[in-house]
Nanobody
């Protein structure tokens, strides 16, 4: 089992910045991808950004140039720095970790990000 604990959500005005963090604990896969997904009311959960244990990153087109994902493998923690936030970034943000070898994956409980116009 892997536990994911997210922190850092909140309310911010458009154009502002927020940082999210997600700490993993438990039986963590040595080769893994950690990522952030988001789900707005009435919409599906979509990938925001992800980063492999070797540092390869991928971003959704909607956040490229504004969001930065990073990780600290020693702390088993992934971060998401969100700049130039827009109202359409409002959603519950979920942390995810999945094995690059098996189909195992785990989700965090989610943290609300609200961007006011």
């Amino acid at each position: 089992q892997v536990q994911l604990v997210e922190s850092g959500g909140g309310l911010v005005q458009a154009g502002g910045s927020l940082g999210l963090s997600c700490a993993a604990s438990g039986s963590i896969f040595s080769l893994n991808v950690m990522g952030w997904y988001r789900q707005a009311p009435g919409k599906q959960r979509d990938l925001v950004a992800r980063i492999s244990s070797r540092g390869t990153t991928m971003y959704a087109d909607s956040v490229k140039g504004r969001f930065t994902i990073s990780r600290d493998n020693a702390k088993n923690t992934v971060y998401l720095q969100m700049n130039s936030l827009k109202p359409e970034d409002t959603a519950v943000y979920y942390c995810n970790i999945r094995s690059q070898i098996s189909s195992q994956e785990y989700w965090g409980q989610g943290t609300q990000v609200t961007v006011s116009s």
